[in-house]
């Protein structure tokens, strides 16, 4: 079987297409499947629409959260829930054309464990564009995991990197470097990344920003050693210009020959006090965000909470409380 898994916040106006163009597509895969939408707290039309859908076809399952959680969270919900052999993760609106899902499976059936798609072309401002590729190329720089560039969340996984991602305790979850971390045969698919169907963009710059600094901190210590680096040139560069100063008052009249007499220095003094402030307050944030993380990972904090799930197999009185409560991980 197979599970396509949708995360979905406020796309009222992409559903309907999704429904009719996944339906359609699927019905050339010639195998069992089931959908998996994740509602990430969206407004009341939204999740009325999708319980019309799933009255309409019981193969899509709804899980609804309590609030909204955030795309990664609600891709990692979706592994969590999903029963397929395989399990692709696409976006509600429709940017990745379920019709690309073919190829995909053929991979998957070729034996590769993680397909993941490439976008050769984007139908963003150029300044996001700009954006995605910087982005991606500082993570490919900093971090110890290859992470494919240019390559989203869209992707199938077979049921073995599902089970091993779900196995990931860890509460900051940037899936596409879960994936790419875990290993096996990973092969790329390109595709060209169409424009939304409709609706707004639910991810906000602030929320992208986010996405970004998630996805380097996790996967990476490097800034971590870039300020040790840092630290380093600075205090060796402050140390000759001691030794120099030292000199230059010992030995006055012979460097006041060259015009490099001393005198009083009170620009300097501004502003390396001001360039050594700046610098101490960027390497406390850095190890702050690390700090900040092992915060959140110490407190053990479910990852989501589910308000209710449209299942045909079990509805939501029947659910055990693990599953209210997404991912509670107890200490074992
Ligand atoms: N999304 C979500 N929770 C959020 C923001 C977005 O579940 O807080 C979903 C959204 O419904 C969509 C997917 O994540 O299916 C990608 O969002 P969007 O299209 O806004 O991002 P973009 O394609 O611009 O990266
Ligand atoms: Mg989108």
Not at 30 to 57: A, C, F, M
Not at 312 to 322: H, I, M
């Amino acid at each position: 079987m197979i599970s396509v898994i949708i995360p979905c916040y406020n796309e009222i106006e992409v559903l309907q297409p999704l429904f009719e163009r996944l339906t359609m597509a699927a019905a050339s895969w010639n195998r069992p499947y089931e959908v998996l939408v994740v509602d990430d707290g969206s407004r009341e039309p939204t999740w009325k629409l999708l319980q019309s859908i799933h009255e309409r076809d019981p193969r899509w399952r709804v899980v609804r959260f309590a609030r909204n959680f955030g795309h990664q969270t609600t891709v990692s919900a979706g592994l969590f829930y999903a029963r397929g052999d395989a399990v692709i993760i696409l976006d509600a609106d429709l940017q990745d054309p379920p019709e690309e899902l073919q190829r995909f499976i053929d991979k998957w059936q070729e034996g590769n464990e993680v397909v993941y798609a490439i976008r050769t072309q984007r139908k963003e401002g150029l300044l996001k564009r700009t954006l995605y590729a910087l982005f991606y190329r500082m993570l490919g720089w900093l971090s110890d995991v290859r992470i494919p560039y240019d390559s989203g969340d869209f992707c199938l996984l077979d049921r073995k990197i599902v089970d091993l991602i779900n196995a990931m305790p860890e509460q900051n979850r940037f899936v596409r470097g879960m994936r790419a971390w875990v290993g096996f045969r990973q092969v790329g698919v390109t595709y060209a990344r169409a424009a939304r169907a409709g609706g707004e963009p639910q991810y906000t710059l602030a929320k992208l920003i986010k996405l970004a600094v998630d996805g380097i901190f996790s996967f990476s210590t490097t800034p971590l050693r870039i300020v040790t680096y840092l630290g380093l040139i600075i205090s060796s560069l402050s140390f000759f210009a001691t030794f120099f100063t030292l000199l230059q008052r010992m030995f006055a009249p012979t460097f006041a020959q060259y015009g490099l007499g001393p005198v009083p220095g009170f620009a300097t003094i501004v502003m390396s006090v001001l360039f050594l402030g700046g610098i101490q307050l960027v390497c406390l944030g850095v190890i702050g965000e690390y700090v900040g993380r092992i915060y959140d990972e110490v407190k053990r904090r479910p990852l989501w909470v589910v308000r209710e799930m449209l299942d045909a197999e079990s509805d939501t009185a029947s659910l055990a409380s693990e599953h209210r409560i997404g991912r509670n991980w107890k200490a074992e």
